[in-house]
């Protein structure tokens, strides 16, 4: 059973950080590639960062230089690091698994990040 378990989210004063993470059971981590994605209330889910295989990473403009995404393939986590949070950073927090010669996709249930003061 494949299984994505986020945690780390919570409320924030602007400018504040917090750290996501997602611990990742049943799948062959290393294979994968990660992404975190939000969904704001009344908006449609978008990709905020990925992380692949080689570490390799990519981030949606809006968080460059403010967000971190790292993976520990030994722990079979991924981290990411928000820094400078903005109200508009406020969504849920899904962290997505990809193999995609496998066809294969799994996601997590979400975390509430909330920027506010």
């Known amino acids: 059973q494949v299984q994505l378990v986020e945690s780390g989210g919570g409320t924030v004063q602007p400018g504040g950080s917090l750290r996501l993470s997602c611990v990742v059971s049943?799948?062959?981590?290393?294979?994968?590639?990660m992404k975190w994605f939000r969904q704001a209330p009344g908006k449609q889910r978008e990709l905020v960062a990925v992380?692949?295989?080689?570490?390799?990473?990519n981030y949606h403009d809006s968080v460059k230089g403010r967000f971190t995404f790292s993976r520990d393939n030994a722990e079979n986590t991924v981290f990411l690091q928000m820094s400078t949070l903005k109200p508009e950073d406020t969504a849920v927090y899904y962290c997505?698994?990809?193999?995609?010669?496998?066809?294969?996709?799994?996601w997590g249930p979400g975390t509430q990040v909330t920027v506010s003061s």
């Open positions: 992380i692949d295989t080689s570490g390799s990473t």
């Open positions: 997505n698994a990809e193999r995609v010669i496998a066809r294969r996709e799994y």
């Open positions: 049943g799948i062959i981590f290393r294979l994968y590639t």
